[in-house]
Structures are given as C-alpha cells and as structure tokens.
C-alpha cells in the first residue's frame, strides 16, 4: 500500500477529471476576456501582514485560516488565503493608479486556507476572480455582476440564484451596526461563541453565521434591514444598480442578510448560490471594497471584484449532468503487426504528430487485440494498423472507433482521410 497521500484537504485532479478542470477554466478566461479585462498573476505566498491589513483581524480567515510560514530567512509568509489583497497589493507596487482608470484583471490561482475538510471545502481550492479597480460608479457594480452571472450561465449551470445587497459606506453603516448591535446585545447567550466573538469584533458578520445549533439563524432573520439604513448616495447607487441589472435582464433576488464584515467593504455585496444548496454551496461571492487600497498604503481608490469556487462550480456541473463539451481524447492509435511494421508505425505516428494530429503509438503487445484495448481506454477515435500487407501494398488500415467500421487507406491520402473523413 501507498505509504503517502494528499494533505488533509486537498486533492489531486486525476485526468479524467481534467476535462472538467479545462472546461471551466477555459469558459473563465473566454469570458474575462469578453468582457475586457486583462490576465495578472501574483506569488503563491505573500507577507503574512498583507491579509492582516488587506482581509482584516475579526475575519474566519486571518483568525483561523491562514496558512502562516517563517522561511530561513525569518520572513513571516502566508500562502495565498484569498485572491483580492495580492491584486490590489500589485496594482499598487506597479503604479497601475497611473493607468486610465478603471484598470480590470482577473485572476484563476489556488487559495489555501486551514478549515474543515467536507464537500465543497477544501485546505487547497482554486478561484476564478476578478477586480474591477479605480471607479467607484454603479455601472461597473453592474458590469462585474454582469460578468459574474454570465461566466456561470456559460457553463450550463441551471438552478442558481444571484442575491445581492448593499450594506453602506462609512457613512451611513456605522447606524446600521449600532441598530444591529442593540438587536443582538440582550440575546447574546443564545447565539454559538463565533457570533459572540463577531459581535465585538466585526458585528456584520453575525448575519453569515451558518451554524443551525443555536439561534444563530432565527436572530439574523429578525435583524435590522441594511437598506433603511442607507444614506442618499448609497441608496442612488443602490437604485442605479437595479436599474442596470433589470436593463442586462438579469434576475436576482434581495437579500438583506448578505454582508462582507469589515469597514473597507462598502455598498454592493453579492453571491451566486445553488439553489439546492443556498448560502451552504456557494459558487461566486463578491462586493465593492472602496476602502481596502487605501487600507494597504495607497491614494483612495475603490475597487470591485468577485471569487468563484471552481471545484464547487465542478460538482454542480456533476449533479447535473453537464459534460465538458471543448475536450477531445487522442485522435489516433498507430496499432502494428510484426517488426518491420514496428519502424513504419515510428515514422507513422511522427509525421502525424508533425502534421498536428494527436497521435500515441500503440504499446508492444503480444497480440493486435491487446493493443486495440489500449486505443479504446485512450478514447482513440482512430487507430491506424499497420501490418506486413498494408506495408507491401503503401495502405494503413483505418479503424473508425465509434463506428467499429475499418477500411484500408492509401498513404497519400491519409491526412487527407484523418482531418475530413473522406478519401
Ligand atoms: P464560505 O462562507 O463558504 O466559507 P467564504 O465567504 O469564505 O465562503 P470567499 O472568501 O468569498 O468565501 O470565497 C469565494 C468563493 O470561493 C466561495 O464563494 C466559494 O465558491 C469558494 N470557496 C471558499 N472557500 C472554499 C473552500 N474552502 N473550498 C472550496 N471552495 C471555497
Ligand atoms: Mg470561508
């Protein structure tokens, strides 16, 4: 037996699972690219205080998630817990603020944080993210939302719902908090330790508090309304963004207990959920953060961004039965009979590589039917034989896999048959 396995949490991504891993990657890219924004890609560890400063003290993550190394040289590193510091850390060493502004990147990069393990959450997963940064309008709110709902739509993901809120800006929240603090202060024992801790530290964040074994969720429903509390600039931005999204015609849902915790967080927060799953599986989550560059050093600067979860898109793709539909297996298997078909079928199967056909050789195998075998668990969709008869005559044999079909073929017109089905 294995005497080693993956860490706790993590995975390997088989290759027969890769086609799913491509398919959503690839529908990532092809929709960033659409809608405009550019490819950036940061270290996989960073100064452990970036996401100190950058995700903040009283989140999961800095208090209980991150992965925190001092390297030989006493450095104090975290592996990447999360996608939109290290962006916005880059944007400001390079002086993207220099740029016409708004400049917009997306990223897909593992992230690593210590939970506990079950579907759906993992110590390594990956995220499709982007940023939106350096304007602080409702129409790129929209965009980016826009972008969201689009991304997932193109993977043929049914059954989903956009929520989203906006919770104010340092105005007009600090109202809201003392309306939800006063909402929680006298049933503070019957909420888990967490919400408690929250409480004191980033009290928003009691409304994300999933746990079903204390009132947790009954007090969250009966909490104060994030929107009576906007001020008029934040509720014009609010309606503006509604406005936008009935005009892109994209459905979503009101959801007021939706909340990112702290004061660098400001206006639009939302997520894309299963519905069979709820805020429990979420696929994309994102908001506005105009405060956050400010908070890592730079000149005030507001930013947008959202994180999908690609291994939990995967699963719902799973559940539902959708299939990547871009991937394609080998296209032929040169398959050989007796030693001076051997040599051919070396020369074969390179001058078809040269040609851009995906081609593998066949495995030296006792019997032709051995190596047929071989062709179909590669998801051949030829395999080309080469015997004695086919070399005396200047033919290869061409098996057509899915049809079961096979009939010899000139070699002058083999590309020809292999790339157009036709002699
Ligand atoms: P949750 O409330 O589920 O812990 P989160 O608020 O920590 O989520 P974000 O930091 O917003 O999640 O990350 C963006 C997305 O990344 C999530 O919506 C989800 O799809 C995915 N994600 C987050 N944590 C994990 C994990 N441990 N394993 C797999 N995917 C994850
Ligand atoms: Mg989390």
Redesign the pocket.
């Known amino acids: 037996m294995a005497r080693f396995k993956a860490p706790r949490g993590t995975r390997d991504v088989l290759p027969s699972e890769q086609p799913y891993w491509r398919y959503v990657k690839g529908r990532a890219e092809a929709q960033a690219r659409l809608f405009g924004y550019q490819p950036v890609d940061t270290p996989l560890f960073e100064d452990a205080a970036l996401f100190v400063r950058g995700v903040g003290l009283g989140t999961?993550?800095v208090e209980k998630e991150m992965y925190v190394l001092e390297d030989r040289g006493g450095d104090r590193l975290a592996l990447r817990p999360?996608g939109t510091a290290p962006v916005c850390r880059a944007y400001l060493e390079h002086g993207m603020y220099n740029l016409p502004q708004p400049v917009r990147l997306y990223y897909v990069c593992p992230?690593f944080?210590y939970?506990r393990p079950q579907a759906?959450?993992?110590r390594q997963?990956y995220?499709f993210g982007v940023e939106c940064l350096g304007d602080e309008d409702a129409l790129v709110d929209a965009e980016v939302i826009e972008l969201a709902w689009s991304f997932v739509a193109s993977l043929g993901l049914r059954g989903i719902v956009l929520c989203i809120n906006s919770i104010g800006d340092r105005s007009c929240r600090p109202a809201y908090v003392e309306a939800l603090k006063a909402h929680y202060l006298g049933r503070l024992k019957d909420v888990c330790p967490d919400c408690r801790m929250r409480f004191e530290r980033s009290p928003l964040r009691v409304l994300?508090c999933?746990r079903t074994d204390f009132a947790c969720q009954e007090m969250a429903a009966e909490a104060p309304n994030s929107l009576q509390f906007l001020c008029a600039d934040c509720g014009h931005r609010w309606k503006a963004l509604l406005g936008y999204l009935a005009s892109l015609e994209i459905p979503y849902e009101v959801d007021t207990r939706l909340v990112r915790g702290l004061d660098y967080y400001t206006r639009t927060v939302f997520?894309i959920q299963p519905l069979v799953a709820r805020a429990q599986g979420?696929?994309?989550?994102g908001g506005r953060y105009d405060g956050l560059i400010e908070e890592l050093g730079g000149p005030p600067t507001p930013g947008i961004g959202f994180?999908?979860?690609i291994?939990?898109l995967i699963e719902n793709l799973k559940a539902q039965g959708v299939t990547p539909t871009d991937y394609k297996g080998v296209e032929a298997v040169v398959a050989w009979i007796g030693d001076a078909a051997r040599q051919e079928a070396v020369k074969l199967s390179a001058s078809l590589k040269r040609q851009g056909i995906s081609t593998l050789l066949a495995p030296t195998s006792k019997s032709l039917k051995g190596q047929m075998r071989y062709a179909s668990a590669q998801g051949a969709r030829y395999v080309l034989i080469l015997g004695e008869e086919e070399l005396s005559q200047g033919t290869v044999v061409v098996r057509e896999m899915a049809k079961g079909e096979q009939k010899p073929v000139e070699r002058a017109a083999l590309l020809g048959y292999l790339t157009s089905g036709t002699v």
């Open positions: 999961d993550i999360e992230i944080r939970e759906g959450r993992y997963h995220q994300d999933k997520e979420t696929v994309l989550a994180g999908s979860g291994e939990r």
